[in-house]
Every structure is written in C-alpha cells, then in structure tokens.
C-alpha cells in the first residue's frame, strides 16, 4: 500500500472503525482495487472480491505485505 501516510478518503466518514471489515468487489483492478488499498491503509480488514482470482490474490498480498490484513475470494456477483 504505497502512497502517503494518510489515507486519501476517510472511512470514518461513512460510518467504519479501524479493524473493522470491509467487502470490496472488483478489487483485483481499477476502482475496486484503489478502493481496497486505501482501506487497508485506513486500517480496515479487506475482503478483496473479484472474479479474477489470481488478481485478487495479488491485491490481498500487496495489503498484507504492507502490514495490512486482506483476502482473496474469487466471487462473480454478476446477477443476470
């Protein structure tokens, strides 16, 4: 979770605590993954969800390796 020590969007604002968990979905890229990396930085336990396993996977580690809690679930909420 490179970046500035602060976190860039303020969870508490939307009503969550530190060590709290957070389901963050189509986190393997993108938004999704912007969004699981900041709230792992804000100190949140992330479940990373996307139907890209093997990115999700990466995401959860990228969390882990910078001393945040994160894992992968390989999910498609897709609802036809």
Not at 5 to 20: H, I, M, Q, S, V
Not at 25 to 53: F, P
Request: a negative charge.
């Amino acid at each position: 979770v490179n970046g500035p020590a602060t976190p860039l969007y303020n969870f508490g604002a939307l009503g969550f605590a530190p060590g709290e968990l957070v389901v963050v979905t189509g986190a393997a890229s993108g938004i999704g993954r912007a969004t699981a990396l900041c709230a792992a930085k804000s100190g949140l336990t992330v479940a990373v969800w996307d139907m890209n396993g093997p990115g999700a996977l990466a995401t959860a580690k990228e969390i882990s390796d910078a001393g945040g809690q994160g894992f992968a679930i390989t999910v498609d909420v897709f609802d036809e």
